[in-house]
């Protein structure tokens, strides 16, 4: 795997402005999470309101305590910052936490727990940590590889991104549920 990273490196500096809004589900021309909102009000009333108010509370607060604490150097490199990143070496380690929050967390409907240990954030003994990583190849696959291989497209990059499947839960759905009247 590390072979393969630095293989592209040249185009993943080229390409991490891009997909860094991709992973937050903003796109030049995909709203992407904006438009999560809307899906949720159509839920019946209460779902997962306040579970999602506190996960969001919960999340917001690592956050907030490891910005504090990074300072600085929220600017520099995640990779010079964390111990063990696979893929966002590149990325500014501010960032690395907005994409956790919002492109991971939010995107799954989770806390920061349900992938890491909050006593030592660089393990990887959590089973869905380990499968995020799988998910960040498998979506770079789709994105680099695929849907860059559909050349009627009107997007001249159209991507996917964890939102793209996940809407809020950690199954992603298989069927559109009951049907709304209006
Ligand atoms: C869906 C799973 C998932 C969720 C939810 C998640 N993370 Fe992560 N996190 C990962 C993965 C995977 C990596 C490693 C990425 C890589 O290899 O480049 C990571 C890496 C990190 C790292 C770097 C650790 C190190 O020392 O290498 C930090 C810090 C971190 N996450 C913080 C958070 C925070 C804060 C939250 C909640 C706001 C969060 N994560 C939510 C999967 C997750
Ligand atoms: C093409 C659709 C698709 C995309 C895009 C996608 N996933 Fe998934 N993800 C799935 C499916 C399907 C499963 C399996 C659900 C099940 O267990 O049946 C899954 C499962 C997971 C799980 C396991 C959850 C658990 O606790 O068992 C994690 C974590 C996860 N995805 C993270 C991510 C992250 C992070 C991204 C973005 C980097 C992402 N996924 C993008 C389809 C997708």
């Known amino acids: 795997m590390r072979r393969h990273l630095l293989r592209n490196t040249t185009l993943a500096l080229f390409l991490t402005p891009l ?26 009333e209460g ?9 969001a509370a919960s999340r917001e607060r690592h956050v907030t305590a490891f910005l504090e604490r990074l300072g600085e150097q929220q600017n520099a490199p995640a990779g010079e910052v964390f111990d063990s990143l696979e893929y966002f070496q590149q990325v500014p ?5 907005r994409i956790m929050n919002m492109g991971f967390g939010r995107s799954l409907g989770v806390g920061c727990e349900h992938c890491h240990d909050t006593d030592q ?20 696959v789709i994105n ?5 291989r559909i050349p009627a497209l009107e997007s001249e990059r159209p991507v996917v991104n964890c939102t793209t499947c996940h809407r809020g839960d950690v199954k992603p759905a298989l069927d559109l549920g009951a049907e709304q009247d209006g």
Request: charged share 25%; net charge positive; glycine share 4%.
């Open 144 to 148: 680099d590889s695929l849907l860059a």
């Open 47 to 55: 779902a997962n309101a306040l579970s999602s108010d506190s996960l």
């Open 93 to 97: 380690a501010g960032r690395l936490l």
């Open 19 to 44: 997909l860094v809004l991709a992973w937050m589900g903003r796109t030049a021309d995909a709203p992407g999470d904006d438009e999560a909102p809307v899906a949720r009000a159509a839920l019946p």
């Open 121 to 140: 954030w660089s393990s990887n003994a959590k089973r869905p940590k380990r499968v995020a990583r799988e998910m960040i190849a498998m979506v770079r």
